[in-house]
C-alpha cells in the first residue's frame, strides 16, 4: 500500500541553525501539507500546496518557514533560523483530489525536530 | 469548520466493541465527518470519513444521526493494538487543513 515517506526521522539542530525536513508524499497524490506537534499539545496545521504554491498557511507559518517541490516526488518545509520553540513532531500529509471520494489526508511517520 | 466536542479518555475491554462518541452539533450541510487515530506520536491515521450514511470499512464503521449532529465510531473487536487517540473533524469538501481537538485517549485493557 503506498505511503507518505519523511526524512530524517529525527534531526537535532542548534539554535539559529537552517533545517530542511523532506517528504515523498503518495504518487498520484495532488494536495500538500505540513503539520507540527509540539510534545503534549494538539496537531498544527502549517501550510497546504497544491499547483506548485501555497494555497493555506496558518499564523504558526511566518517568514522562517517556506515550502517547496523541487521535483516531482519530494516536497521540503525548510526553517531558515530555527529557534527552542520549533522543537517538535513534522508531519507531511498528501490528498489525491477534491471531492466526495479522495478527499482524506494521509500522513507520514514524522520527523522529530530538536533544536538545542 | 464546525467544532467538535469528544469525551477526554474511556476504556475499553480488549474483544469488545468501542464505541466512540463525538457530537457536532454546528455541523453544516457540506461538511463530512472524518475520523482520525494517533497512535503515541506516530502520524494521523486516517480511519473513516462519512456525509450522511453510515459507513464501514475495514476498520471501522460510522454512524451518524440522522440530524447530523453527532456521530460514533465503533470499533467492532478492540485489540490492545488499538490504543491510540482517536480524533473526531468536521470538514467541509473544499477546505484544506484538518483541525486537530485534543480528541479521546482509548486504552484497550487486556
Known amino acids: 500500500e503506498p505511503e507518505v515517506t519523511q526524512t530524517p526521522s529525527h534531526q537535532v539542530t542548534q539554535m539559529g541553525q537552517e533545517v530542511i525536513l523532506r517528504c515523498v508524499p503518495i504518487?498520484?497524490?495532488?494536495?500538500f501539507y505540513w503539520y507540527r506537534q509540539i510534545l503534549g499539545q494538539k496537531v498544527e496545521f502549517l501550510v497546504s500546496?497544491?499547483?506548485?504554491?501555497?494555497?493555506?498557511k496558518s499564523e504558526i507559518f511566518d517568514d522562517q518557514f517556506s515550502v517547496e517541490r523541487p521535483d516531482g516526488s519530494n516536497f521540503t518545509l525548510k526553517i531558515r533560523s530555527t529557534k527552542l520553540e520549533d522543537s517538535a513532531m513534522y508531519f507531511c500529509a498528501s490528498r489525491m483530489r477534491q471531492g466526495m471520494s479522495g478527499n482524506e489526508q494521509f500522513f507520514g511517520p514524522g520527523t522529530r525536530l530538536t533544536v538545542l | 469548520d464546525a467544532k467538535t466536542t469528544q469525551p477526554t479518555s474511556m476504556d475499553c475491554a480488549e474483544g469488545r466493541a468501542a464505541n466512540l462518541p463525538c457530537n457536532h452539533s454546528?455541523?453544516?450541510?457540506?461538511?463530512?465527518v472524518y475520523w482520525y487515530r494517533q497512535i503515541h506520536s506516530q502520524g494521523p491515521q486516517y480511519i473513516i470519513h462519512?456525509?450522511?450514511n453510515n459507513e464501514t470499512n475495514e476498520m471501522a464503521s460510522l454512524i451518524i444521526t440522522e440530524d447530523r449532529k453527532s456521530s460514533t465510531l465503533i470499533l467492532p473487536h478492540a485489540t490492545l493494538r488499538d490504543t491510540a487517540v482517536y480524533y473526531c473533524i468536521v470538514r467541509s469538501n473544499t477546505g484544506n487543513q484538518f483541525y486537530f481537538g485534543t480528541g479521546t485517549s482509548l486504552t484497550v485493557i487486556p
Open positions: 500546496f497544491y499547483n506548485n504554491e501555497i494555497s493555506e
Open positions: 462519512g456525509l450522511k
Open positions: 504518487s498520484n497524490h495532488l494536495y
Open positions: 454546528t455541523i453544516s450541510g457540506n461538511e463530512y
